[in-house]
T-cell receptor, first 113, second 112 residues
Framework: LAKTTQPISMDSYEGQEVNITCSHN???????ITWYQQFPSQGPRFIIQ???TKVTNEVASLFIPADRKSSTLSLPRVSLSDTAVYYC??????????????FGKGTTLSVSS | NAGVTQTPKFQVLKTGQSMTLQCAQD?????MYWYRQDPGMGLRLIYY???????DKGEVPNGYNVSRLNKREFSLRLESAAPSQTSVYFC???????????FGAGTRLSVL
């Protein structure tokens, strides 16, 4: 899995848009970018995955530039309940049964009122 | 549909005691994993099972054993617990195609 770098922590206020950027300079052609979210006292939860350009679901958007050396997770109008640790993972996720994920330390997002 | 069920949720052991952490999934996934999470260390893989009947070591297997009893169940055993094994343990199951992994609620283990 490619090495990733993301900020250790971020602060925001309710209602703001939050963008968390992840650097992955050594991303390989077959690698996908996946983000997980972990609330306190819970296990991580898959939130979004993409390969290039933009992916959007009900939780977040993922922006990936053409060179794919970085990606940005965008959370629109955050609320207090978005306070969590966000992990960026990069690897060949296709047909990889039994491949363990490597979680770094993630980005701790703190949302205040 | 419970997803991934871990038991117990909390456990306190004395050094040298043994115990087995149980995990069952109803998602019909072939892959199952055990991770531990410690403050400042992130999530680390202990053992995994790509399919029923197979198990492999992960990053930190020492002091642990696993059993893939059937497709649904994957247990983690501590034969002689040590304080260094105080941690939160997560059982995980993974989809085959995109390797999206689904975590259980965790077992919080303290070894005194």
């Amino acid at each position: 899995l490619a090495k990733t770098t993301q900020p250790i922590s971020m602060d925001s206020y309710e209602g703001q848009e939050v963008n968390i950027t992840c650097s992955h300079n050594n991303i390989a052609t077959n690698d996908y970018i996946t983000w997980y979210q972990q609330f306190p006292s819970q296990g991580p939860r898959f939130i979004i995955q993409g390969y290039k350009t933009k992916v959007t679901n009900e939780v977040a958007s993922l922006f990936i530039p053409a060179d794919r050396k970085s990606s940005t997770l965008s959370l629109p109008r955050v609320s207090l309940s978005d306070t969590a640790v966000y992990y960026c993972l990069v690897g060949d996720m296709s047909n990889q049964a039994g491949t363990a994920l490597i979680f770094g330390k993630g980005t701790t997002l703190s949302v205040s009122s | 549909n419970a997803g991934v069920t871990q038991t117990p949720k909390f456990q306190v052991l004395k050094t040298g005691q043994s115990m087995t952490l149980q995990c069952a999934q109803d998602m019909n996934h072939n892959s199952m994993y055990w991770y531990r999470q410690d403050p400042g260390m992130g999530l680390r893989l202990i053992y995994y099972s790509a399919s029923e009947g197979t198990t492999d070591k992960g990053e930190v297997p020492n002091g642990y054993n696993v059993s893939r009893l059937n497709k649904r169940e994957f247990s983690l055993r501590l034969e002689s617990a040590a304080p260094s094994q105080t941690s939160v343990y997560f059982c995980v199951t993974g989809e085959a195609e995109w390797n999206i992994q689904y975590f259980g609620a965790g077992t919080r283990l303290s070894v005194l």
